[in-house]
């Protein structure tokens, strides 16, 4: 690893410095200063969707990688990803969506898998599109989820795992779909970290469709909806 930590972003943008300063205010344990920098970018123009993939999304990548390489305590990280849900809370009123689609979305982490931050941006992005969504949570058992699909009969269910142990569960939880509901599946998305690094892995799992990264994802499921078909 490089001895100089770099966030990762698009270089020919304007919104890496802001991405910079909302992460150095994060590691110093400065919320308010953190929360500042948000506010102030919001303020000059940026969208709710460029503030989750432009800074959010590849902030928290950085704080779990230097949580990963030793740089910050399990503590540090737990920090920066509760201000970040905090800061997600507080804009929830300005993501729902007037316009509903008439779809439906159930999403959770699978297992005992605890990093929910990144499902909770996609669970958004498609409220933002006018999904009618329900999280259910992370640490949910298989029969649970399946007990939320039968009572909300969504067209899609997006299950993430962060960890890469946790790839079988997805295998077995979208088997235990499929068999729960044999004539009426909804359409499985599965996303994480496992399946960016391994971009075949969600058809070895058996889901109908992997996205990188949320607006993909919103882009992805609602092609796959309105066409009836299998996302390739």
Known sequence: MPDEIHI?????????????????????GNREQAYQ???????????IRDLYLTIFQPVQYEVGRLWIINKVSIAVEHFCTAATQSLMLE???????????????????????LHELGI???????EMDGWDTWYIGCAVSNEQLIAAIEERKPDMVALSATMSYHVPKVQELIHAIKQAFPQQTPYLMVGG?????APELWRTVGADLWAINADQAVQAAHDLVRAGQNYE
């Open 120 to 126: 909770r941006m996609v669970t958004d992005f498609f």
């Open 193 to 197: 970290m496992p399946f960016n690094a």
């Open 91 to 113: 804009l929830y009123s300005e993501i729902i969506s007037s316009h509903r689609s008439g779809t439906k979305l159930v999403s959770a982490c699978v297992g005992t898998e």
């Open 37 to 47: 920098v948000i506010r102030e970018a919001l303020r000059a123009g940026l969208t």
């Open 8 to 28: 990762c972003y698009h270089e020919e943008t304007v919104l890496p410095a802001v991405a910079q300063e909302y992460l150095a205010a994060l590691l110093a």
